[in-house]
Structures are given as structure tokens and as C-alpha cells.
């Protein structure tokens, strides 16, 4: 079974601060994904990295930034927390596109930016 | 610009009655489609998929969702819904071979015990 953990269930920061989101994955996939889930919005994808050290913006990266210094390991970072940032933050680990390209959804941290 | 339109953003049913979901998506090509699920409380998880081959595809829990090509549609169906199908819904679109993946904005299911 994948396992997708995420370093924090809920999150409260305060605006202007710097915020690290961690997601790890045991299944060594090369694919990761960081969404942000709103109500009404669905999942938007920030960023996603095809292999280590490798990154693409996605639909909406703007305010964020990724670090993927290890496979295992896919790093979300708020530079300045706005309070518009506030929002689920979901990480996937995902097979590749040639095969099922199913994603393994992390239980989501829960931001809140004051 | 590629979408999926879901459009049915809450349902609310009783036990046992028929569930429809729909799922539209506007892509020219080739596409694989899936549909995940998030229970109250759980990650999201995928429920089924639809890669080639039979357009009705059957998924976990008594799911099942048809592709109809020329509809550009992947329905989620379920013949009898218990209360604990209670979730929110996404429908999802890829194009074979990309890392494009398209959700949609999700319908919230509540079933009445």
C-alpha cells in the first residue's frame, strides 16, 4: 500500500511568515503533486516534480515554491504567508503517465493564515 | 482551455435510492478519466478509472461510471446508495502520457439514513 504523509494535520501562521509543507512517499514514485482544495474550486495544481530536483509550475504557483532534494521527499513553501493562502493543502504521489497514472492522496494539512 | 464540468455540486439522497453524478469534460483527444472519493474526514482516494477498452467500468463499493465518447461524458453510478456513501466526489481528466491532470470542482453527496 502507498503511504503519503504530510508533517502536519492543521497549520496556523501568521501573515509574512515563511511556511514549509512536507510530504513524504514510501513507494518511490518520481511523480508529486501539491494541490491546494477549496470549496467550490476543486483541487488546483501548484506545482509538481517529475524526479528529484526537478520541478514545473502547475495551474497556480504564484506565492509558492517546491524543493524536491530527495525522492522520497516533496517540500511546499509559502515565502510570505498571505491570508489568501489559506486553504487545504493536499500532496499526491503519483504513478507515471505511461501506466495508471492513479494519484495517493496524503491526509492534507489544513492552513490558516492570520 | 481543458475542463471537467461537474455539475451537480450537492446531492442530496435517501438510502437506497439510484445515484447519478455527472462528469463533462471538453478535450479534443484521448483522454483517461477517473473518479475519486473523500469520505468526512479521509484522504481522497481513487474510486475508479477509465484507461481503454469496456466504457463501462466498474469500480469500488458498487460504483461504476460509463464513458460515452460522444458525449465527452464519464457518469458515476451507483444502483443503491447506502449512508456511509456519504463524500465529496471528484471527477478527473488526463491526457495519456502527460502530466496534465484536470479535476473537477467536486459534488458533495449527503445520504439520508
Known amino acids: 500500500d502507498v503511504k503519503v504523509t504530510q508533517s502536519s494535520r492543521y497549520l496556523v501562521k501568521r501573515t509574512g511568515e515563511k511556511v514549509f509543507l512536507e510530504c513524504v512517499q514510501d513507494?518511490?514514485?518520481?511523480?508529486m503533486f501539491w494541490y491546494r482544495q477549496d470549496p467550490g474550486l476543486g483541487l488546483r495544481l501548484i506545482y509538481f516534480s517529475y524526479d528529484v530536483k526537478m520541478k514545473e509550475k502547475g495551474d497556480i504557483p504564484e506565492g509558492y515554491s517546491v524543493s524536491r532534494e530527495k525522492k522520497e521527499r516533496f517540500s511546499l513553501i509559502l515565502e510570505s504567508a498571505s491570508t489568501n493562502q489559506t486553504s487545504m493543502y493536499l500532496c499526491a504521489s503519483v504513478t507515471p503517465p505511461g501506466t495508471a497514472f492513479e494519484q495517493y492522496f496524503g491526509p492534507g494539512t489544513r492552513l490558516t493564515v492570520t | 482551455a481543458q475542463s471537467v464540468s461537474q455539475h451537480n455540486h450537492h446531492v442530496i439522497l435517501s438510502e437506497a435510492a439510484s445515484l447519478e453524478l455527472g462528469c463533462n469534460y471538453s478535450y479534443g483527444g484521448t483522454v483517461n478519466l477517473f473518479w475519486y472519493v473523500q469520505y468526512p474526514g479521509q484522504h481522497l482516494q481513487l474510486l475508479l478509472k477509465?484507461?481503454?477498452?469496456?466504457?463501462l467500468v466498474k469500480g469500488i463499493k458498487g460504483f461504476e461510471a460509463e464513458f460515452i465518447k460522444s458525449k465527452f461524458s464519464f457518469n458515476l453510478r451507483k444502483p443503491s446508495v447506502q449512508w456511509s456513501d456519504t463524500a465529496e466526489y471528484f471527477c478527473a481528466v488526463s491526457p495519456p502520457g502527460t502530466y496534465k491532470y484536470i479535476f473537477g470542482t467536486g459534488t458533495r453527496l449527503k445520504v439520508l439514513a
Open positions: 477509465y484507461f481503454s477498452g469496456d466504457p
Open positions: 513507494m518511490d514514485h518520481e511523480n
